[in-house]
């Protein structure tokens, strides 16, 4: 419920460029305190630096889900929506720290209560959020109609545009005036048009919602000093962030809102254009030479749009704020409770409340109550950065959880280990920004105060790579996107100009313009023919990427339908594994969170493909590369599960987890101390799980057949971050001293120059401790020996490993030998663990 206050509450609605915000600001510092909710954070980063320029850095609080700076004296707060405070609801940040009367408190872009996504937060902010002495509700003037019924003892006061805003038509990218700004719907037509901006004109900065404000901030920068005259930007410019710009150029006007390709709303066209012109400055809006099929401006959106009229809404999103932590069921259902008022529409499925619903499907998760089940909640909280999907997302959430569930706290070595990964400054432009979306989410973890036992040092180390990453990123962008020794294209376009050229695929993959062929398609790259001429290369090129696009998206699409044959685990000349198809690499494999789980990096050609396409493809190739991974190493999952599974043994679990990390073998010296800790039951539950206590190994002998250690090899590689060792001849028993070792030790044995497999020697072994423990004479296998090749040398060294010795014509017992040096050996902290579940 919102505070019962008798200050005044007004709804402050007009078009972009009437000041909104300013006065927001102006009236916030005329109280001893007050809040605003803004609906980026980039725009609540540049309100902060706004009025820590008033107001002086002591004063002044950014609350943000990846970043929070509250000095002990802050009196102002600037906050994303999401982190607001607002006293109770069902605000994820459960912990209370800021949740206190402010004098003065505003939501601004209140009319976002229709988004799908976040919508539920923007309208519970305008019903609750409220100040001892005034409050303010910022939007357009589509909201009156629903401020007047939501509030109807609220103020409703217009402001009128600043400036006039005026239909341009559409212009070719080449000749679109200084000072524009050019607005595209995906990160991949951000930078194609980018690239075509520096070819045609020298260079664009680029903005995007997924920018750190640091490289926001460096590439607006360059906007703002005239260094480029062009600024090439997704629709997070529509939401205040002010810049001078004098004209908007929508690059389509059709978007994937997360669910579906649609046409943008009146209102959103509106929001995007209204960011030409700043004060007192008139702006115009056009196209950027949308053909016919995707079509421009109709005659009514551009009389709406000069006109500031757009149509009322007649509801909101709206989510039950008023939740019940008796238990996980009733969570859920508080959640999807309904509102009694028809205007107040039920939100749509937020990922927080998805990733909930996966998560409670553990009955051991489901069973959770009270403070339980409100820390859960609050986990579920952690924003998906990286937009991997609510299944992928659980994963991480689950893991969590698992560590704070009881009040406990994030291993500090886990949180600092996935940290130093990200902090990698290397890679091009794609790889930057996923890094720089993953520390994001470390950030707002290592803001939760009850998460970790040392939070402000953890938000400081996130807070120094994400600086480091925002730096590194904008100098990428700026080396690819910018050109200063170019003013101008090498040759005009001409009369005709690069769209009217005719694109053309021939069946073999050759690409022509009009009459004169220009490269060659193969799989997703594009390859310019060298003959070309110089001179027309560019248009050309330019040209061909525009129109490529549909013949893209049908052979991803086409691949998306496939079998999984028509994929395949190649080794490139580096010795870096990727997924191909017919040759082609779709993606590479990346180090990721466990052996069992690689990342997977698309292709730079996969960047020309549209945004929905390309997510179904990847979402393809991850589901292909799961798929082999359970086939070919399904027994090393099963044991990675058992050593994470509470129900599991201490022993057992501490012994899996050794074997696990090692990839599926070891040898029994490594874990004598394990195995001693074993009882019978622990040993009967790893013989289910295919585990081979052998007496001079433990492994798994599913493991050694020929698919399984090509898998193996490839994923220690992809963690390792080497090459892909030469592996072992199919069904080899032994192997010469020259075989790569890499490649030898995931599954034989080596014997001085020779090389054994782990089974024969297994055998090997306890036929010689079997003849030993019945009084026989001849321990060893002689049938065996020979059938496999073994030599003398080797045979004696094995001997020797099993603990005996040649006396004469005759095999003595004299014991094991203590391990060498250089046996591998099982990590310290494997043994530390398990005495830690010995202890529990």
């Keep these: 419920m919102a505070p019962r206050y008798d200050a005044p509450v007004r709804a402050i609605l007009g078009p972009t460029n009437t000041g909104k915000t ?32 008033m107001k002086g850095e002591k004063q002044v609080a950014l609350l943000t889900g990846e970043e929070r700076i509250v000095p002990p004296t802050a009196r102002y707060f600037l906050c994303t929506a999401e982190s607001m405070p607002v006293p109770g609801g069902d605000s994820h940040h459960d912990d209370g720290e800021f949740h206190r009367d402010f004098a003065f408190a505003a939501i601004d872009e209140a009319q976002l209560g229709v988004d799908p996504e976040r919508g539920h937060v ?63 719907f995906s990160a991949e037509q951000v930078y194609a048009l980018a690239e075509m901006l520096r070819r045609f004109k020298g260079g664009a900065a680029v903005v995007m919602g997924a920018l ?24 997070a410019i529509g939401m205040g962030l002010n810049m001078d710009v004098t004209h908007v150029a929508f690059a389509g006007l059709d978007k994937f809102d997360g669910r579906r390709d649609r046409r943008l709303t009146i209102p959103e066209m509106a929001q995007i254009a209204g960011r030409a012109g700043r004060h007192q400055k008139d702006g115009t809006f056009g196209t950027l030479g949308l053909t016919e099929d995707s079509g421009g401006f109709s005659e009514a959106e551009i009389d709406a749009i000069e006109d500031h009229r757009f149509r009322p809404l007649d509801s909101l999103y709206w989510r039950n704020a008023e939740l019940d932590f008796s238990d996980v069921q009733s969570l859920m259902k508080s959640l999807e409770a309904k509102s009694d008022d028809p205007i107040l ?100 973890i290592a803001h939760r105060s009850d998460w970790l036992m040392d939070p402000a040092k953890w938000a400081e180390r996130t807070r120094e790579v994400e600086a480091r990453l925002s730096d590194a990123l904008h100098e990428r962008l700026t080396q690819r996107f910018v050109d200063r020794r170019t003013a101008v294209l090498v040759r005009d376009i001409g009369a005709r100009g690069a769209d009217a050229l005719p694109v053309t ?42 129109r490529l696009g549909d013949e893209l998206d049908r052979r991803a699409r086409a691949l998306v339908q496939s079998e999984d044959h028509a994929f395949q685990l190649i080794v490139e000349d580096g010795g870096s594994l990727a997924v191909a198809s017919e040759g082609n690499v779709l993606a590479r494999l990346a180090p990721g969170r466990s052996l069992l789980e690689p990342a997977l990096r698309t292709a730079r050609p996969l960047d020309r493909l549209s945004a929905p396409t390309r997510a179904a493809l990847r979402e393809r190739l991850e589901r292909w590369l799961d798929c082999q991974v359970s086939r070919h190493l399904g027994a090393l999952q099963k044991l990675g599960a058992a050593a994470s599974d509470p129900a599991t043994s201490p022993g057992v679990r501490a012994l899996a987890a050794m074997l696990t990390d090692a990839g599926g073998v070891l040898p029994r010296r490594a874990v004598l101390g394990a195995i001693g800790h074993l009882e019978q039951a622990d040993r009967q539950a790893l013989y289910k799980l295919g585990v081979r206590l052998g007496p001079l190994d433990v492994f798994l002998p599913l493991l050694l057949k020929p698919a399984a250690q090509h898998w ?29 070792p890499r490649g030898a030790i995931l599954a034989y044995r080596r014997l001085g120059s020779t090389w054994l497999r782990i089974d024969l020697a297994d055998r090997l072994a306890s036929h010689a401790r079997k003849v030993r423990s019945t009084g026989g004479d001849d321990p060893v296998d002689q049938d065996l020996a020979t059938s496999i090749g073994l030599g003398e ?33 099982a990590p310290s902290h494997a043994f530390a663990e398990l005495a830690k579940l010995k202890k529990k």
């Design 793 to 825: 040398e080797a045979l004696a060294r094995l001997m020797s490993e099993i603990g005996f010795t040649r006396a004469g014509e005759a095999w003595k017992w004299r014991g094991r030998r203590p391990q060498r040096q250089d046996q591998r050996a």
């Design 345 to 444: 529409r039920p939100a749509p499925e937020a990922i927080d409340l998805a990733v909930l619903k996966l998560i409670a499907e553990d009955p051991a998760i489901a069973s959770r109550r009270g403070a339980q089940a409100r820390r859960l909640w609050a986990v579920c909280g952690l924003p998906d950065f990286r937009k991997v999907g609510p299944m992928h997302h659980a994963r991480m959430v689950r893991r969590l959880f698992s560590y704070i569930g009881e009040g406990g706290h994030i291993p500090h070595e886990w949180f600092a280990a996935e940290v130093t990964r990200l902090d990698n400054m290397s890679g091009d432009i794609e790889a930057l920004a996923d890094r720089l979306a993953g520390i994001r989410s470390w950030a707002y």
């Design 505 to 546: 695929v021939a069946a073999d993959g050759e690409v022509s313009v009009g009459p004169e062929p220009i490269g060659h398609l193969t799989g997703f790259e594009f390859r310019v023919d060298p003959s070309a001429r110089l001179a027309d290369k560019r248009l050309l090129l330019a040209a061909a990427e525009r």
């Design 122 to 184: 923007f309208t519970d902010r305008m019903l609750r959020a409220r100040g001892r002495e005034e409050t303010l509700i910022l939007g357009s003037e589509t909201l009156k109609p629903m401020v007047r019924e939501l509030l109807p003892r609220a103020e409703i006061v217009t402001r009128p545009r600043f400036s006039t805003l005026r239909y341009a038509g559409s212009v070719k990218l080449s000749r679109l005036p200084p000072r524009s700004a050019v607005v595209a």
């Design 712 to 740: 193996r090899a490839a994923l220690s590689s992809v963690k390792q971050g080497q090459a892909m060792p030469a592996l072992p001849p199919p069904g080899a028993a032994t192997l010469a001293a020259d075989a790569d």
């Design 212 to 235: 750190s404000p640091a490289t926001r901030n460096a590439q607006v920068a360059m906007f703002q000093r005239g260094e480029v005259d062009y600024l090439v930007a997704t629709d």
């Design 22 to 53: 300013y006065l927001a600001i102006e009236r916030m510092c005329g109280h001893s305190s007050g809040v605003i909710g803004f609906p980026l954070r980039l725009l609540a980063r540049e309100v902060y630096d706004r009025v820590v320029a």
